[in-house]
């Protein structure tokens, strides 16, 4: 009887997972005559000189220079020290937007730093845009004991 249960729940099974074309649904493909064109005013910006504990924002502005709607899909920090912020919807043709970064240097090691934010978006000048910014995390002194 065991088997015979087994048998039948396999051929359920393999019945089931037998997908003709017709049954799958047809995976859409980007629609490339919709993609527009980002134009950053800056994508490397120095925050110049903060004191360690201290946070610094960035700004990056963008416009949108194509003829269709701009859509920012994804805003991703290059590290767990940066928090970014992003206009979301549609940007139409001539509108502008941006990218905020706050930057903890909490979570950051004094000196020079160099981060990125990676920006997914429906652009025909690539699809993932690089924003960099940089800048020194000046060490705080240490107080003396008394």
């Known amino acids: 009887m065991k088997k015979l249960a087994l048998r039948f729940l396999l051929i359920i099974g393999i019945t089931a997972c037998n997908n003709t074309a017709q049954d799958v649904p047809v995976q859409t493909v980007a629609d490339t ?6 134009s950053y005013t800056d994508t490397v910006v120095n925050f110049g000189t903060i004191n360690m504990g201290e946070q610094a924002q960035i700004k990056f502005e963008f416009t949108n220079t194509g003829n269709h ?10 590290c767990g020290c940066t928090v970014a912020n992003y206009t979301r919807g549609a940007i139409a043709p ?7 970064a ?19 978006s429906n652009t025909s000048n ?7 910014f940089n800048g020194e995390i000046r ?8």
Not at 69 to 78: F, R
Not at 95 to 100: M, T
Request: no cysteine; glycine share 10%.
């Open 33 to 38: 005559a919709a993609l527009t064109i980002i």
């Open 69 to 78: 709607p701009l859509y920012l899909t994804e805003v991703k920090p290059g």
């Open 94 to 100: 001539g509108g502008k937007g941006s990218v905020i």
């Open 102 to 120: 706050a930057f903890d240097s909490n979570k950051a090691h004094p000196g020079t730093v160099s981060k990125s934010i990676y920006v997914t």
């Open 126 to 132: 690539g699809a993932i845009h690089t924003l960099s």
């Open 139 to 146: 060490e705080q002194p240490s107080v003396p004991a008394n």
